[in-house]
């Protein structure tokens, strides 16, 4: 055993979350209290901090594209993704900002919200063969739109599709029923997790919500920063 002594000084957090230069390469970015509550007053964002939120947003920058639930879409109040500051030269040779890839098996989402209609880049929505034809016409006109699966969504041939658009650096930000589903499906490279220095007590969901993975995947530490007695976590896993 040993103590993890912070550095001096700052960190190029650019540099130290850099995605490998080849490779399709899939990194979640959760948050979490103490005692493991994903969220407080059912958002994520009353967990965290100024630098967390300034992460969240550097990790939008170096990702091709972005991936969410819709039901955390609903929760959070999403809107499209925009320009931050920070992202000098972290997006050079990619379009201004990466497209939000909204999961969504029965497409009930509002087509007309600013998530679609005032994207910089066309809004992507992932879905299955079973979503309501009327559903899948509307989301098509307001959106790129992959399908996989019939369902239930096949997470394998959704990212595959992502790739060969061009979105190798793919960043998940749950909610936790997706990356339940994401881990048990063994497609996850990476979790950057935020521990926020709060107990809340009661029955909390946590950042995985499904059944028990079969094959519980086992993470290396790359890196741990301290802000403000918020712990900021890095683990990878090899190939």
Not at 170 to 180: I, K, R, S, T, Y
Request: aromatic share 6%.
């Amino acid at each position: 055993m040993r103590a993890l002594t912070p550095d001096a000084g700052d960190v190029d957090l650019a540099e130290r979350y850099a995605y490998p230069p080849e490779g399709t390469w899939l990194r979640a970015n959760m948050v979490a209290s103490l005692d493991g509550a994903a969220q407080r007053d059912e958002r994520s964002g009353g967990l965290g901090s100024p630098t967390d939120q300034h992460l969240f947003l550097l990790l939008r920058g170096l990702a091709d594209v972005v991936i969410v639930g819709a039901g955390t879409v609903r929760a959070e109040g999403y809107g499209p993704v925009s320009p931050s500051e920070g992202w000098d030269g972290v997006r050079d040779g990619r379009s201004s900002v990466p497209p939000l890839a909204i999961v969504s098996r029965t497409l009930d989402l509002a087509f007309d919200a600013p998530i679609f209609t005032a994207a910089k880049a066309r809004t992507i929505v992932l879905t299955t063969a079973s979503a309501a034809p009327a559903r899948l016409e509307t989301a098509r006109e307001r959106a790129d739109v992959i399908v996989a699966g019939t369902d239930s969504l096949d997470f394998p041939a959704a990212f595959a599709e992502l790739a060969a658009r061009g979105h190798r650096r793919l960043l998940c930000e749950g909610g936790p029923g997706v990356l339940g589903q994401v881990v048990a499906a063994g497609l996850l490279d990476e979790l950057c997790l935020t521990l926020s220095p709060l107990l809340l007590g009661g029955n909390p969901t946590r950042i995985l919500n499904g059944p028990p993975v079969a094959v519980p995947p086992e993470l290396a530490l790359a890196h741990a920063l301290l802000d403000d007695d918020f712990l900021f976590l890095r683990y990878t896993r090899s190939r």
